[in-house]
C-alpha cells in the first residue's frame, strides 16, 4: 500500500515540479531577475537526495515506531472526509511546532540551517531539504498515531502537503488575496527565507498560516517603500559552499563556541541556546538582533524629521 501511495505522488507531483519549474526558469531569464544558478540548483537536487537517501533507509523504523503507538489509539476513526481533513490539519499544527524547534535550538538549526543556506530563492530551494531531519521528524508525529491515524496515511499525508511547501518557494507570484489569511503563501515564505532581521524565524507552517497568527510569528512581506527588500540566505554567508560545508558548517561552529565556553552553562547555551546566542554578546539572536535594527530605526527617525 506504501509503495502504491509513494509511486501515486510521484506521478502526480514530478510533472508538476518540471512543468512548474521550467516555467519559472524562463520566467527568470525573460524578466532577468536570475532566480537560478548552475551551482546552486545542483546543490538544491544533491541536498535533496540526500534527505530523500535517509528518509528512505530510517522509513522502516518510524513507521514500526509509528505503528506500534497506533495499538495504543484512543480513537477509532471510520475513514472519510474528518478523517483525512483531521489528519492534514493536526499533522501541519504538529510541523509547525517542529519547525519553530529547528529555528529556536542551535542543535535543530544546524540540521535545518541547509535549507536556509542558499542566497538564490526559487522552486528547487524547496527540495534544499534538512537532510538528518527524517531520524526525528516522526518524533513529532507520535500523537498522531495515538489519536488513531496510521503510520501510512501519516506519512501520506506528509509528502502530500509538503508538495504545497514545495511549491511556494518563488518570487514570481505576489500576494493571494484572502488565501493570504489561510495559507502559507509563496509571500509568506519570501519571509520565512529572508535574512533581515524583521522577518527572521517567521511563518513557520508549511500548509496552514494560521498557526503563526495564533502563536506570534506571523509577519507579512512588507512593500520596499516600508521595509528594506529581501535578502535571501543567512545572516553571513558562509564562507565555504563545498557539499560538505553546506551540510556539516553548523556543526563544527558549535563545536568551537563550545571548546571556547567555560562553564556547563556556556557550552549548553552554545549547543541547545536559539542560534546566535552568545554568553559574551558577540553574535547576537534573532530577536536580539530585530530589537537592535528597531533601536536604530528609533534613533534615525528624529533625524529624518529635522
Given amino acids: 500500500m506504501e509503495a502504491l501511495r509513494e509511486q501515486w505522488m510521484l506521478m502526480i507531483s514530478t510533472p508538476i515540479y518540471v512543468v512548474v519549474i521550467l516555467g519559472e526558469i524562463f520566467l ?28 528512505l533507509l530510517f522509513r522502516s523504523v518510524y513507521v514500526v515506531i509509528l505503528t506500534l503507538c497506533f495499538q495504543f489509539k484512543v480513537i477509532d476513526w471510520t475513514v472519510g472526509v ?13 510541523f509547525y511546532w517542529l519547525h519553530r524547534v529547528d529555528h529556536h535550538s542551535r542543535f535543530f538549526w544546524a540540521v535545518h540551517v541547509t535549507h536556509h543556506s542558499s542566497e538564490h530563492y526559487n522552486l528547487t530551494t524547496g527540495f534544499r531539504s534538512s537532510v538528518f531531519q527524517p531520524l526525528y521528524r516522526f518524533i513529532y508525529f507520535l500523537p498522531l498515531a495515538f489519536l488513531g491515524f496510521s503510520a501510512l496515511d501519516i506519512v501520506f499525508i506528509f509528502s502530500a502537503t509538503q508538495t504545497w511547501g514545495i511549491l511556494v518557494h518563488t518570487e514570481h507570484v505576489g500576494k493571494l488575496g484572502w488565501l493570504e489569511y489561510i495559507l502559507v503563501t509563496p509571500s509568506h515564505h519570501r ?9 527572521l524565524d517567521r511563518n513557520l507552517g508549511m500548509l496552514l498560516i494560521i498557526w503563526d497568527r495564533l502563536f506570534g510569528t506571523f509577519q507579512p512581506e512588507l512593500a520596499s517603500e516600508q521595509y528594506q527588500p529581501i535578502r535571501y540566505g543567512l545572516t553571513k554567508s558562509m564562507e565555504k559552499t563545498d557539499p560538505a560545508s553546506i551540510v556539516f558548517h553548523e556543526w563544527r561552529n558549535i563545536w568551537k563556541d563550545f571548546r571556547k565556553a567555560r562553564t556547563l552553562r ?12 552568545s554568553h559574551d554578546g558577540s553574535s547576537m539572536t534573532s530577536d536580539q538582533m530585530r530589537a537592535y535594527e528597531a533601536q536604530l530605526e528609533q534613533q534615525e527617525r528624529p533625524m529624518k524629521q529635522v
Fill in 28 to 55: 527568470s531569464n525573460y524578466k532577468k531577475t536570475h532566480s537560478y544558478t548552475t551551482w546552486d540548483t545542483l546543490t538544491n537536487l544533491y541536498l535533496m537526495l540526500l534527505n530523500s537517501g535517509i528518509d
Fill in 191 to 199: 519571509v520565512h527565507h529572508a535574512s533581515n532581521a524583521l522577518y
Fill in 266 to 277: 556556556q557550552k549548553l547555551g552554545y549547543v541547545f541556546g536559539p542560534p546566535g546566542w
Fill in 82 to 94: 474528518w478523517y483525512w481533513l483531521t489528519l492534514i490539519i493536526a499533522e501541519d499544527f504538529l
